[in-house]
């Protein structure tokens, strides 16, 4: 069977076949410290009210809002952290700090910016209807649900955790990856390439967008472009890996013996081809536990097909839902491309307007395009141009 009788399938439903495929991961418990990018696998709800008491969003002055048009005495100062220890009556006020507690009797703080201060005494010298106060528990109540499972924790997530009164979470087990270049000419980034030989990309590549995926990469080398050798690459006793990433040799070459190779060793193969463009010849399967993806053996296939499956495909290991980040744009350009029955992906940049800028781009072994663009813009199966000024659809990949 040569390459054009292998039925492509379109892109939404290759998606859906990987994922589909995924099996949660084991849980683990981590310190806080160390739960960035990992998967929450439990509810988890606020200890507190948050904030705990009403306390001032500002420095400035805690009073009684009917005093406002009087001059008003300091009868203490409210440091955060400390308990005020007056009541404010008729003609008084507390000079408070941002995040101080409002003292009783208290209704309203003044900015600092909008009193004067004279012996002791405060007088506001410009109205604000605010009350710059922040009301005990306007954000969260106590048992409140604050993250749901499947969250990836991001900073702020773990603020939001810290501030909750956990020191450790519930998350998901990093996956395993192993990944390995096929290709007979290939060498390490350490060695100057003689003759036909090129230096390996894709692995380095694949390692930083694996830790990026919130997943542990394991290198397995560079086999050659023979059954056995791939076949050895798959048969190791390294304990642990979850899902094998193998450039090269997914196509219908002479040298292309990944798909064969993986059939015979038991692998599932749900995927051979996907119709977009780069990416066509992308295998993916599965078995007992284990999964593959046989990239493409040109950097920028291969970087498309890591960020449109792979990393999508990891956090549904680790029970989370990930979705590139995507912003809309005027494009500067036109794009004009072959009417073709995939989907197409073209780099582009936004600039200091925050138009989206094709870069030129000479195929998918130009991985330098992408170290220059910002994302990408995909034009659908079908479709041979988008005209300049079209608002198009940036998938960000920085």
Same mark, same amino acid.
Request: charged share 25%; net charge negative; glycine share 10%.
């Given at each position: ?79 955060? !952290? ?8 008729? !003609? ?44 005990? $528990? ?110 090269? !040799? ?38 007992? !536990? ?91 199966? $079908? ?16």
């Amino acid at each position: 069977m040569n390459d054009e009788n292998v039925p492509m399938v379109p892109f939404e439903e290759a998606l859906e076949r990987v994922l589909g495929s995924a099996r949660p991961l084991e849980e683990e418990t981590v310190a806080l410290e160390r739960a960035l990018g990992r998967v929450l696998r439990r509810d988890a709800v606020s200890d507190v009210d948050m904030p705990p008491f009403d306390k001032s969003a500002m420095d400035g002055y805690a009073c009684r809002s009917a005093d406002l048009g009087m001059p008003l005495e300091v009868v203490e100062t409210i440091a955060a !952290g400390r308990i005020p220890e007056k009541r404010i009556g008729e !003609g008084e006020c507390s000079k408070i700090m941002t995040g101080g507690v409002v003292p009783p009797g208290a209704d309203r703080v003044v900015m600092v910016e909008d009193t004067k201060l004279e012996n002791g005494i405060m007088t506001v010298t410009a109205r604000d209807e605010r009350d710059n106060i922040c009301r005990k $528990g306007e954000d969260l109540k106590a048992g409140d649900l604050i993250l749901c499972a499947g969250t990836i924790l991001t900073p702020a997530e773990i603020a939001v955790l810290a501030g909750a009164g956990y020191a450790s979470v519930v998350v998901s087990r990093r996956p395993v990856l192993g990944i390995a270049a096929t290709g007979n000419e290939l060498v390490e980034p350490s060695e100057t390439p003689k003759g036909a030989e090129i230096r390996d990309s894709n692995s380095l590549q694949l390692y930083s967008q694996s830790v990026r995926a919130g997943s542990d990469p394991v290198l397995l080398g560079i086999p050659q472009d023979t059954p056995d050798a791939i076949g050895a690459v798959l048969d190791r006793e390294d304990p642990g890996i979850d899902v094998f990433l193998l450039t090269g !040799g997914v196509s219908m070459g002479e040298y292309d013996h990944v798909p064969a190779v993986l059939e015979d060793r038991g692998f599932e193969l749900l995927l051979r081809s996907v119709a977009m463009k780069p990416g066509k010849p992308t295998v993916f399967g599965s078995r007992d !536990g284990q999964w593959v993806f046989g990239l493409p053996g040109n950097p920028v296939s291969t970087f498309l097909v890591f960020e449109l499956f792979v990393r999508p495909f990891c956090y549904k290991l680790m029970g989370g839902r990930y979705s590139p980040p995507r912003v809309h744009a005027e494009l500067s350009a036109a794009i004009r491309t072959r009417r073709s029955k995939r989907r197409t992906h073209v780099p582009v940049y936004l600039d200091a307007e925050g138009r989206a800028v094709p870069i030129d781009y000479h195929g998918s072994a130009h991985i330098h395009a992408y170290a220059m663009a910002g994302g990408f813009v995909s034009i659908p199966a $079908g479709k041979g141009e988008i005209a300049a000024g079209e608002i198009v659809q940036v998938t960000l990949t920085r």
